[in-house]
């Protein structure tokens, strides 16, 4: 089985047509949340996935604009986004996004937002903060989204114990999962945050043990005009030129 792993689409539906077009056959998407939020195409996106076999958890813009959580956590250019986007959302949408679990197992691997020890919120930026969720999750994998930046980290175990290897996987090219446990951020899908504007992704091949990580380049302008038309904030609008 070929699974498309996408996270954090954030309603850029130029982005996410993108990811489909280039990411050729899979059977199934695997989405790690963030479907909306941002950006200006929440229905769409959310149409979008359903046409595919797919299973997807719940990340904290997901959350906010049904009001799980606190729109008080979030800086301001964030809150205006999630209220436009709540307001925007269809009665059946908005139950699509309630049905969401913050965690599934699935295949022998964990799928989650943020962290298997935090699934909505907790940030894995570092090597430091995913050495403790190894003990959190009980599978060989964990698939996160939520820092909108493609890494993989690897546990390993060492005479004096453990620590955490932080791997910035090459582009194009099958890497082999191996034997160690991995945390593993396939990157974002609509609002990219490590400089590079390209829509990321990757392509988990159960079969041979490998992952994929490609980027692909999208309309940007084409999602910035559509954010400019329903005045959405100008800072959201610009960072998606320059990937932060
Ligand atoms: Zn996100």
């Known amino acids: 089985m070929r699974y498309?792993?996408?996270s954090d689409?954030?309603?850029?539906?130029?982005?996410?047509e993108a990811v489909l077009d280039s990411a050729g056959d899979f059977d199934k998407i695997w989405c790690l949340g963030d479907l909306v939020g941002y950006g200006p195409d929440p229905n769409e996106c959310i149409a979008k996935l359903q046409q595919f076999d797919h299973l997807c958890v719940a990340g904290n813009h997901d959350w906010a604009v049904l009001e799980r959580l606190d729109l008080e956590d979030f800086n301001p250019d964030a809150q205006t986004a999630s209220r436009w986007t709540q307001a925007q959302l269809t009665p059946d949408n908005?139950?699509?996004?309630?049905?969401?679990?913050?965690?599934?197992?699935?295949?022998?691997?964990?799928?989650?937002?943020?962290?298997?020890?935090?699934?909505?919120?907790?940030?894995?930026?570092?090597?430091?903060v995913a050495l403790p969720n190894f003990?959190?999750?009980?599978?060989?994998?964990c698939f996160i989204g939520h820092t909108h930046v493609p890494l993989i980290y690897r546990l390993v175990l060492q005479e004096f114990g453990e620590f955490c290897e932080l791997i910035q996987p090459p582009l194009n090219g099958p890497i082999p999962l191996g034997e160690k446990r991995l945390i593993i951020n396939p990157g974002s899908v609509g609002q990219p945050r490590d400089g590079d504007s390209r829509?990321?992704?990757?392509?988990?091949?159960l079969e041979h043990r490998t992952i994929e990580y490609r980027r692909i380049p999208y309309p940007v302008e084409e999602t910035q005009q559509?954010?400019?038309?329903?005045?959405l904030p100008a800072r959201l609008i610009s960072r998606l030129s320059f990937g932060w």
């Not at 689409?9 to 996410?16: E, G, P, Q, S, T």
């Not at 937002?113 to 570092?126: A, C, F, I, N, T």
């Not at 559509?226 to 005045?231: A, D, G």
Request: with cysteine; hydrophobic share 45%.
């Open 4 to 6: 498309l792993i996408i």
């Open 9 to 16: 689409i954030h309603a850029n539906l130029a982005a996410f």
């Open 94 to 128: 908005c139950t699509f996004l309630q049905s969401l679990p913050t965690t599934l197992i699935e295949e022998g691997l964990t799928l989650v937002h943020g962290s298997p020890r935090q699934p909505v919120w907790e940030y894995v930026l570092y090597p430091s």
């Open 135 to 141: 003990s959190y999750f009980g599978t060989q994998f």
């Open 199 to 205: 829509a990321s992704y990757a392509i988990l091949d």
């Open 226 to 231: 559509r954010m400019e038309k329903v005045n």
